[in-house]
């Protein structure tokens, strides 16, 4: 009964684990095309853009270290060193587009 029970939590907490994870993933695919559209505004040649990254950033704080916070889009250029940085809420309304080190986007605030 005890090995039982063992199997039964572990099943469980695979479950629960498996159930964030898709969830997390369903917060940055539902805000892709937001983020796609920001950088298609920013009217960047498409030879320019050699990446495009989107990720969920978790909030830092100790007891909420798994709730998501917000989603970012990355874009690595091919002329230069850094990225275009393109931050939307999880409700995926844009909140802030910045670029970093070398790389420069019209109009846009570089850090």
Same mark, same amino acid.
């Given at each position: 009964?005890?090995?039982?029970?063992?199997?039964?939590?572990?099943?469980?907490?695979?479950?629960?684990?498996?159930?964030?994870?898709?969830?997390?993933?369903?917060?940055?695919?539902?805000?892709?095309?937001? $983020?796609? %559209?920001?950088?298609?505004?920013?009217?960047?040649?498409? #030879?320019? !853009?050699?990446?495009?990254?989107?990720? *969920? $950033?978790? %909030?830092?704080?100790?007891?909420?270290?798994?709730?998501? #916070?917000? !989603?970012?889009?990355?874009?690595?250029? *091919?002329?230069?060193?850094?990225?275009?940085?393109?931050?939307?809420?999880?409700?995926?309304?844009?909140?802030?587009?910045?670029?970093?080190?070398?790389?420069?986007?019209?109009?846009?605030?570089?850090?």
């Amino acid at each position: 009964m005890r090995r039982f029970l063992d199997l039964l939590t572990i099943a469980c907490l695979s479950s629960l684990a498996f159930t964030t994870v898709a969830s997390a993933d369903l917060v940055s695919g539902r805000c892709q095309k937001v $983020i796609e %559209d920001e950088i298609a505004d920013l009217t960047i040649p498409q #030879d320019r !853009i050699k990446d495009v990254s989107i990720i *969920n $950033i978790y %909030d830092g704080n100790g007891e909420g270290g798994g709730r998501i #916070d917000h !989603i970012e889009g990355w874009v690595s250029f *091919n002329d230069c060193k850094g990225n275009l940085v393109v931050s939307v809420s999880t409700a995926c309304l844009p909140m802030e587009t910045y670029t970093t080190y070398q790389c420069r986007v019209p109009g846009i605030k570089n850090y």
